[in-house]
């Protein structure tokens, strides 16, 4: 109980301090709205505890990612819409092999 407010706290901190300094913003809350990563991760352990929000936080970096490669194809091709968009096919797969299924993303956590 104590790991998950000290947590919490630790991602407030980064969001006060750090986060406004970096340069850059979360390209999840740019595409597609709603909370940035880190307020994500913030509430999730709040509400989950340490153990589901680290499995969610891989989850939504992932997705991060892909929002990420989606809005550096579109500042390259600014014509371009996007009805599917690319990564699902790679949020489906089953190996995280990027070779193997294609995807425009690789992490060295898998």
């Keep these: 109980m104590v790991l998950r407010y000290a ?17 850059f913003r979360c390209a999840h809350r740019a595409l597609h709205g709603g909370w940035s990563c880190s307020e994500f991760g913030r509430r999730a352990v709040l509400r989950f505890g ?7 936080q891989r989850r ?6 892909s929002a990420y490669a989606v809005l550096q ?6 014509e371009t819409e996007y009805k599917d968009f690319p990564w699902k096919q790679c949020l489906k797969s089953k ?5 193997a299924t294609g995807c425009c993303f690789c992490f060295p956590w898998w």
């Design 7 to 23: 947590l919490a706290g630790a991602i407030s901190g980064y969001q006060r301090l750090l986060s406004p300094h970096k340069g």
């Design 50 to 56: 340490v153990l589901r929000f680290l499995l969610l």
């Design 60 to 65: 939504r970096f992932v997705r991060c990612a």
């Design 73 to 78: 194809n579109h500042a390259a091709e600014p």
């Design 95 to 99: 190996e995280f092999d990027c070779a």
